[in-house]
């Protein structure tokens, strides 16, 4: 005790001397989340309806409104090297630019208009950074994310120039893509095997893709084959060509044991997100090498395997389909599993069941995915024929 009466000693005290304090601030990532909560309910409020995207519709071919996100916009800024003190600075400028696009529609703004804020909130930094600095990140943004005044276009043989967007990819190069690598008119395949959304996914996949190259201009014929590899290529091909099912077969076999070995390490107490995503990639990776193994379609997302083969299989055991069949020989299916024991109806519930618990990252779902796993691909290791394709 000092003269004054201030203790300093021991270890429950907070003072260090007359005039420190020594507080205990809220963690910075969460006092940062309230400010970008707070940003986000001040833009959604000018917002009422949503920002429009095109390039999602809805059943009805209308565009679907999606709320603004401060924590999207600063983890894509990110993505281009962009650092965290101006990205903030940045989301000041987006906010009242976003402002000025509103009054100036007199209403509803669209993902285009607000990545023109975007765009127009980079160069704003002019005056703070430098504008070599502000010139270079507003050419990353406009490259990877896409120019808000001058959108990247597609030269065919032809000549002729096309815009970009999903559009043309849903209705010209996937539909090509996938004709050519399956040698089957795509309106010939049922749409419950190859699904609009599978189309959507394909297409954004894709887009996402080629902006990473940094182009204004890319030839159809290196966007065709670029998309070629995004489809047949792993880590998550949605098409097998002849020369690649084997690969692909081997490759999902293996990811899918490496994932079955880590499952039964882990602990749901201690381990819950690992252990989740290992049960869906076990899933997904066995579910794929069944589908790979008979030349079917993959699906076009994370875990759309589960969701295909069961499509798949319900056509295997329909007689009508024969376009479904110059294909893909997954009609040879149902005698494959009851060489080994197994009916399509088993199957069949199997995966009904694990979709139904990937609804909800629960521990109680998570019980059940831990058993589904291993039971899908022991199905899969054992079926003649895999491994073996030629």
Known sequence: MSDNGIEVSGTDNIVAG????????????EALLKHLKTVDDRINAMLPEGLLSYRRKNEFANPIAEPFSSQKLIQSLGVLGIPIDASLDILVNVESNIKFHIDLSSGDITTREVRKAISDAIFALDSIIGGVTSQEWGGRYAR???????RLKVLLASGVIEHLDFKFLKKTLIPH????ILDTKLSQIPQNIITGKAIQSMAEEIHENVQRLNLYTISYNTLFNFARDLATQPPHPWLVEP???????????????????RIQKFNIANDFAAYWHSCCECLHHASSALLANYGGFLGGSYLSPLFSLTQAIK???????LALWEYCRIKNLPSDLRSQGYDTDTVLRLLAKAQAHLNGRTPKNLEHLAGYAP?????SELLPGIRTQT
């Not at 990877?144 to 001058?150: A, I, L, Q, S």
């Not at 020369?243 to 070995?261: F, M």
């Not at 056509?315 to 389909?321: A, E, G, H, P, Y």
């Not at 039971?375 to 199905?379: A, D, Q, S, T, W």
């Open 375 to 379: 039971k899908l691909y022991e199905i």
């Open 144 to 150: 990877k994310y896409g120019n808000p005044d001058e």
């Open 243 to 261: 020369e690649t099912i084997l690969r692909t077969v081997n490759y999902d076999l293996e990811r899918s044991k490496s994932h079955l070995d």
């Open 18 to 29: 007359r005039d420190i304090t020594v507080l205990i601030p809220e963690r910075i990532s």
């Open 315 to 321: 056509f295997s055991k329909s007689t009508d389909n």
């Open 177 to 180: 893509l996938i004709e050519t």
